[in-house]
């Protein structure tokens, strides 16, 4: 039985981009982005991190994501929404474009592969629900998408690790070590 497995070291990113943006702003607001690093045995370490831009900002988004792969890294970004503000493209350039769009870095080759899924943002709040995990709804606005963009990458690692690699040996491990360090996380004090 083919089944894929878990990479060494995935990040999976959540690009908020800005509602309205004049022409030379930078159209990202913030990004989220959840790292999951397997060690040996058992060992796995977990790191959400949060990125926030101003308009004039231009280089900020590459080089935040930049910082976290290398050449060993995978990468996973969430085609849903993309998929669906460019359903007006031809087939030809509607992957590309959907693709540059939730992974601005996609043509850099810095990083050793990239995964996509394609879930609806629904579905991403049942699954981070269902981990106690708060996204922001659907509907809200766009300060509220982008405090909530690592929420989001961690949801979207969730939905890859349960649906694609489902069949992963050590799913289960996983699954429990991020259980673990989600309720250590979530046991912190808020910082002041």
């Not at 992957?95 to 592969?113: C, K, N, Q, S, Y």
């Not at 269902?130 to 405090?147: F, R």
Request: charged share 20%; hydrophobic share 40%.
């Amino acid at each position: 039985m083919n089944h894929y497995t878990h990479p060494q070291t995935v990040v999976s990113f959540a690009v908020i981009h800005r509602s309205r943006c004049l022409d030379g702003d930078q159209p990202i607001r913030a990004i989220g982005a959840f790292r999951v690093a397997l060690g040996s045995g058992a060992d796995v370490t977990f790191e959400r991190h949060h990125f926030s831009y101003h308009p004039d900002d231009l280089l900020g988004p590459t080089a935040d994501m930049h910082s976290l792969v290398d050449g060993r890294t995978d990468c996973l970004a969430n085609l849903g929404a993309a998929f669906r503000m460019l359903a007006s493209l031809d087939d030809d350039g509607r992957l590309t474009d959907a693709e540059r769009r939730v992974f601005p870095i996609r043509d850099h080759h810095r990083h050793r592969r990239a995964h996509y899924i394609s879930a609806n943002e629904r579905a991403l709040t049942l699954i981070g629900r269902s981990y106690g995990i708060e996204l922001a709804l659907p509907d809200a606005d766009e300060a509220v998408q982008a405090a909530r963009a690592p929420q989001k990458a961690q949801a979207i690692w969730l939905a890859w690790l349960s649906g694609v690699l489902s069949n992963d040996p050590q799913h289960r491990a996983t699954l429990a070590a991020f259980q673990a360090w989600h309720a250590l996380d979530r046991a912190r004090p808020i910082p002041f």
